[in-house]
């Protein structure tokens, strides 16, 4: 029963990161980079290291992807008509 919560995890994790680094468009990438985080979260928490599960909740996800997605907000200027 583990090891297919694993797996399917896994699949999913696999997918996220995919889509992370595959999209073109920044804060649909960031979104799927939280996603992906948060499946190496969930492995953490399946293999009994709760610890380092909340520590890569509270880090990446938390602190990590919000810097992220501020750059992105912060960053797109908006277009001036000449």
Do not use: C, H, P
């Amino acid at each position: 029963m583990i090891e297919t919560v694993f797996l399917i995890v896994g699949i999913i994790g696999i997918v996220f990161g995919i889509w992370a680094v595959s999209d073109k468009n920044l804060l649909r990438a960031a979104f799927a980079l939280t996603f992906f985080l948060l499946s190496i979260a969930t492995l953490y928490v399946i293999l009994n290291a709760q610890f380092l599960a909340m520590v890569q909740i509270l880090v990446y996800v938390g602190a990590v992807i919000i810097l992220i997605l501020f750059t992105i907000m912060l960053t797109r200027g908006e277009e001036v008509e000449d």
